[in-house]
């Protein structure tokens, strides 16, 4: 009887641990995240927001989605360094929401 208390009791901590919020946190990627609006039409391997160009890492989740982006749509994008570094590239784009 008291081991099934015990069952009952560590399921109930281990749920609590689970549903903070830091543990959600740590999947959220730390780089900088720009937003503006694409002032040319997205090349391979490119992308210009606000008139400046960025890079974007190859077999990334934002080479793949860059194909789906227009000049004068709002992007969110998120650089792998920081955006001063000219070295920085862009790991994901989506579209930017008004919240």
């Known amino acids: 009887m008291k081991l099934a ?3 009952l009791v560590v ?5 609590v641990v689970c549903l903070a919020p830091n ?3 740590s999947t959220r990627v730390v780089g900088p995240m720009i937003t503006g609006e694409v002032t040319a039409t997205p090349q391979n391997g490119e992308i210009e927001v606000a008139h400046h160009l960025y890079h974007v890492k190859a077999d990334s989740a934002a080479d793949k ?9 709002t992007v969110d994008l998120v650089l792998d360094g920081p955006a001063t570094n000219p ?7 989506t579209p930017h929401s008004e919240l």
């Open 87 to 93: 070295a920085s590239e862009v790991i994901s784009i």
């Open 23 to 25: 543990v959600g946190w």
């Open 5 to 7: 208390k015990l069952g």
């Open 65 to 73: 989605a860059l194909i789906g982006f227009y000049a004068g749509q």
């Open 11 to 15: 399921s109930a901590f281990a749920l």
